[in-house]
């Protein structure tokens, strides 16, 4: 085999430790033998492909040995001789081997710890020394490359932009590097929402106001025109601005003058106007809901901003990026699985960088400093199955709990919503209308209903077996179990 790094061994069962070692000598596998008290912080500093946990004869070195794998949470753990309940907390816990030891099981769990090492790891490139005005737009794929050379266009230019794009994809981080690359840098950069600002209010906010202009206008006001004098004015969701201001920007806009609401002078505008929207505005237009002339005069240099699901390859970019910053900010850092990248890469993000930011924070929240793996993200960002080491043998302790756990996925509590909802097709399984005369055979009859609800799950979630383990109320493991007794393969299902 030998593609996964050196062993470790921890046993303190001199023979045991002695046979696994020549077990794993004649599968061809490189390992170091070690008992618990040869065990140190400076023996963990070497690069393991994995750990073997065996006997441990005290309480106290086992919690050590316990703090030393939290700590190491890059080296996947393999259990002997049931440590699976300490161990369950650990994100690097792979499985649990069972004894005595054969040949499939032992393979099957070295695979296993090939699959949590990720073999196949992501390299962080760095942006080039050329693009470094653009440290926080973070990518390399082609799609914002171009973003980045149309910003290099128009930033010198006085011209108004428009950045088009799906909320979420970045546009105001668009706006500021425009900004900063204009010969407005030295000015302010002032940022105005305008679907956040009752209609109302809107034309107080932008142009100011007088003293005594309306109820509750105590003295003079400035408004955002005359605070981004000298620099850049982003007036973010334009398309949600009310007409009646559309009519008084597009004035502002043609004359380069404003007056305050409530006041008759006019004031020079010297600004620079950047927009952006999430909206289609050639449809509002259509719809009589935007202006015309307004339009082509924002839309002088449009800027399209890609959606996340178009640039997935910038994917583990972001996730650096977005670590980074946490970690600045004193949020702690996490350390996430390539084949746990890989499954966020497969997601659709309909709420773009922002979602993944959010995503981000909210791991950080939950594992500090711990490694992420598949099975610790959201089920809706899981699109793998877990790779997950299963014992061959299983006690009549983990079938009855293996029943148990059946037969509450199977039975609702009376105020829980109806399966026939839930599930086309439960209604129509046998034993669940009355008890024929002739009686059932319990067993059989909860077997097919079981079989019939796991393969509707698994179709509804195109095979992701922690999905459907989710959709039964299940653990994941439970599942694998009851697909292998019944013979359910998820690949004939979809």
């Not at 070692?21 to 599968?27: E, K, M, N, R, T």
């Not at 668009?174 to 105005?192: E, Q, T, W």
């Not at 839930?422 to 319990?442: C, Q, R």
């Not at 179709?459 to 359910?488: F, I, N, P």
Request: glycine share 8%; aromatic share 6%; with cysteine.
């Amino acid at each position: 085999m030998q593609d996964l790094a050196k062993i470790l061994v921890i046993d303190d069962d001199d023979q045991f430790r002695h046979d696994l070692g020549v077990i794993l000598d004649f599968i061809g596998e490189r390992y170091a033998l070690h008992s618990t008290a040869d065990v140190s912080d400076a023996l963990w500093e070497q690069n393991w492909g994995a750990c073997f946990l065996g006997h441990v004869r005290s309480t106290p070195l086992l919690e050590k040995v316990l703090e030393q794998l939290a700590t190491y949470h890059h080296v996947p753990v393999i259990a002997i001789r049931r440590h699976d309940r300490e161990l369950s907390g650990l994100p690097n816990y792979v499985g649990e081997l069972g004894l005595p030891l054969n040949y499939p099981q032992l393979f099957d769990a070295l695979h296993h710890c090939r699959e949590f090492a990720g073999k196949q790891a992501f390299s962080i490139p760095q942006l080039s020394g050329d693009n470094t005005a653009f440290h926080n737009m973070v990518g390399k794929s082609d799609a914002i490359e171009q973003v980045r050379h149309l910003i290099e266009q128009v930033a010198s230019t006085e011209a108004s932009v428009l950045i088009l794009g799906e909320s979420g994809t970045g546009k105001e981080v668009v706006a500021r590097h425009i900004h900063h690359a204009s010969s407005r840098a030295s000015g302010p950069f002032v940022p105005v929402n305008c679907g956040a600002i009752p209609g109302e209010l809107l034309e107080s906010e932008l142009f100011g106001h007088e003293k005594g202009a309306f109820t509750g206008a105590i003295s003079a006001r400035k408004g955002r025109f005359e605070l981004a004098e000298g620099g850049t004015l982003f007036l973010d969701e334009i398309g949600d601005m009310p007409m009646p201001m559309q009519v008084k920007l597009l004035r502002v806009l043609q004359e380069r003058t404003f007056e305050r609401v409530g006041g008759n002078k006019s004031i020079r505008a010297n600004v620079r106007v950047v927009a952006a929207t999430h909206r289609t505005l050639e449809t509002m237009i259509k719809d009589g809901e935007f202006r015309e002339d307004l339009y082509y005069r924002l839309n002088v240099f449009p800027i399209e901003m890609p959606a996340l699901r178009e640039r997935i390859d910038d994917i583990p970019l972001l996730i650096h990026e977005l670590m980074s910053r946490l970690d600045v900010e004193g949020n702690g850092r996490i350390h996430i699985s390539p084949r746990a990248i890989n499954s966020l890469m497969e997601h659709e993000w309909p709420g773009n960088v922002r979602e993944l930011a959010n995503l981000i924070e909210r791991l950080v929240i939950l594992y500090p400093g711990q490694m992420v793996d598949v099975n610790h993200l959201p089920a809706k960002y899981r699109y793998s199955d877990i790779p997950e080491f299963q014992p061959e043998a299983y006690s009549v302790e983990d079938t009855e709990m293996a029943e148990r756990d059946a037969l509450t996925a199977m039975f609702h509590e009376p105020d829980e919503p109806a399966f026939e909802e839930d599930m086309p097709g439960f209604a129509d399984s046998p034993g669940f209308t009355s008890l024929p005369p002739e009686g059932v055979n319990l067993k059989e009859t909860l077997a097919e209903v079981e079989i019939d609800l796991i393969k509707q799950a698994l179709e509804a979630q195109s095979g992701v077996v922690a999905r459907a383990a989710d959709m039964l109320s299940m653990r994941r493991t439970t599942l694998v179990e009851k697909m292998r007794k019944y013979g359910l393969n998820k690949e004939e299902l979809i």
